[in-house]
Nanobody, 116 residues
Framework: QVQLVESGGDSVQPGESLRLSCTAS????????VGWYRQAPGRQREFVAS???????NYPGGVKGRFAVSRDTAKNTVYLQMDNLRVEDTAVYYC??????????WGRGTQVTVSA
């Protein structure tokens, strides 16, 4: 079974940075695109960033300019660099493929906590 595994979450203070990793058991090009999502307590899961095989990235307005997605194909890994973190960025972060989202199949995620 193809898996995408998230890691890198931590507890940080506002204004600090974190880099999350999403590592696949196969080439990341297998998926067509890889997306990052997050779910805060009591809220629905929301889209955070995505990167297509062609290198096109996309972000919602709330994180644009602070978050950046990149990849290392040799490591089958997609990264989410998060700068200038805010308390409202606190959530469990997930990565997923379009098919995984469509099938509502999610990994364990990685916890990011931003607090003073």
């Amino acid at each position: 079974q193809v898996q995408l595994v998230e890691s890198g979450g931590d507890s940080v203070q506002p204004g600090e940075s974190l880099r999350l990793s999403c590592t696949a058991s196969v080439s990341i090009y297998t998926f067509g695109a890889v997306g990052w999502y997050r779910q805060a307590p009591g809220r629905q899961r929301e889209f955070v960033a995505s990167l297509t095989n062609g290198g096109v990235d996309n972000y919602p307005g709330g994180v644009k300019g602070r978050f950046a997605v990149s990849r290392d194909t040799a490591k089958n890994t997609v990264y989410l660099q998060m700068d200038n973190l805010r308390v409202e960025d606190t959530a469990v972060y997930y990565c997923n493929s379009p098919r995984g989202v469509e099938n509502d199949e999610w990994g364990r995620g990685t916890q990011v906590t931003v607090s003073a």
